[in-house]
């Protein structure tokens, strides 16, 4: 990375909004962080995912428009490591000092233990795919700032909502749910933008696709993924890119994507496809 940002950005990036009155949402440059707040406890909210890396400037900016200045989450978590969900985290711990969780699973990844494999430059897509190779894919050393998830599925401070293991596009990747509105955050595990694409990219075009191409390394499980997402029936659901989709056109999007994941999800080729034939 040399310390360079990197030059992606979309048309509506830095344009913060609410999702739900508890739910809001600031686009990164190119990927999404939510806030999202307890309902039981006042001016207790929890940040999720970190956006781009060089971003913890703007993050915080956007966080200070929304719950006035020197506001800090009571924790960070994290749906998975890669770096445009990362790029910020060192640095908001070290101006927070809040604790971040993961998955199990992805702490290999938020401890300098593990890189994930190289984006796949080859994968079927679009320019975006193309310029993967240019991405981080090495760790971020979060030490024991990075705690596991609890075992039970509960997210701390955020009583009304669970995580659920939706493992494919990472290993360790997961999404937040809330029973009582059917309320989504999925990460990567599906987004609503066809990240591939630099043009769709960066006109936010909407559209429910698969996990990014470039770095899904398994897709039978994020196929098992989806599936048990779109089984929950949400209602909303914030993606890690692109806009937020709700009610008829996210549950249409869903169920194709579900039928059809071969042909709208999988690459015709790259490196981590295993195709049958
Ligand atoms: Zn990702
Ligand atoms: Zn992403």
């Known amino acids: 990375m040399d310390n360079k940002p990197l030059p992606l950005f979309s048309l509506t990036s830095d344009m913060a909004y609410q999702v739900l009155p508890d739910l809001y949402c600031y686009p990164n440059q190119i990927v999404n962080i939510c806030c999202v707040e307890n309902s039981k406890k006042a001016n207790d909210w929890v940040l999720v995912d970190t956006g781009m890396p060089k971003s913890a400037d703007s993050i915080i900016k956007a966080i200070e428009e929304r719950f006035g200045e020197n506001s800090k989450p009571k924790a960070i978590v994290l749906t998975h490591g890669h770096f445009d969900h990362v790029g910020a985290v060192v640095d908001l711990v070290e101006e927070w000092d809040v604790p971040v969780y993961a998955h199990e699973a992805e702490l290999p990844f938020l401890t300098g233990e593990s890189s994930y494999p190289e984006p796949d430059g080859s994968v079927e897509g ?78 936010q075009h909407k559209e429910i696709n698969g996990p990014p191409r470039y770095l899904t390394t398994d897709w039978e499980a994020a196929r098992d993924s989806v599936q048990n997402l779109e089984a929950l029936n949400p209602s909303v659901a914030v993606t890690g890119h692109g806009k937020p989709v709700y009610g008829k056109e996210l549950s249409d999007g869903l169920k194709r994507l579900v039928q059809d994941f071969d042909r709208i999800a999988i690459p015709d080729y790259g490196h981590y496809v295993n195709r049958k034939r």
């Open 126 to 203: 679009g320019l975006v795919a193309k310029m993967s190779p240019m991405f981080p894919n090495e760790p971020v050393d979060l030490g024991n700032h990075v705690k596991p998830l609890p075992s039970d599925g509960t997210v701390p401070h955020l009583p009304d909502w669970r995580w659920i293991h939706t493992p494919g596009h990472t290993p360790g990747h997961i999404s937040l749910f809330r029973d009582e509105d059917r309320a989504l955050i999925a990460g990567d595990a599906f987004v609503t933008v066809k990240q591939e694409s630099l043009y769709k990219v960066i006109t």
